[in-house]
């Protein structure tokens, strides 16, 4: 089993910056050979993806973000991060960490993010 902790939420002000976390446990040998993702949901709207990377670091972004969030692996701590710069206010959502493979999805509890003056 993998479980999948995000942290770093939180309320921050038009064009400022956050970073999430999220820290990934089980196996570390397979944790470091999964496909991670950040996704966000805001309300009313359905979960959509923000940036992925592959297990060998390999990245991509929402045409929404490009430019403003960096999607980033420590291998060594087990953790993904995502440094968003520029927030926007329709960059509030609830934020999601996922991690994939052949033998499974999993998700993590989601961490809200708030952009709001």
């Known amino acids: 089993q993998v479980q999948l902790v995000e942290s770093g939420g939180g309320l921050v002000q038009p064009g400022g910056s956050l970073r999430l976390s999220c820290a990934a446990s089980g196996s570390i040998f397979r944790t470091i050979n999964m496909d991670m993702g950040w996704y966000r949901q805001a309300p009313g709207k359905q979960r959509e993806l923000v940036a992925a990377?592959?297990?060998?670091?390999?990245?991509n972004y929402a045409d929404s973000v490009k430019g403003r969030f960096t999607i980033s692996r420590d291998y060594a701590k087990n953790t993904m991060y995502v440094r968003m710069n520029s927030q926007r206010p329709e960059d509030t959502a609830v934020y999601y960490c996922?991690?994939?493979?052949?033998?499974?999805?999993?998700w993590g509890q989601g961490t809200q993010v708030t952009v709001s003056s």
């Open positions: 990377i592959t297990s060998s670091g390999s990245t």
């Open positions: 996922n991690a994939k493979d052949r033998g499974g999805d999993y």
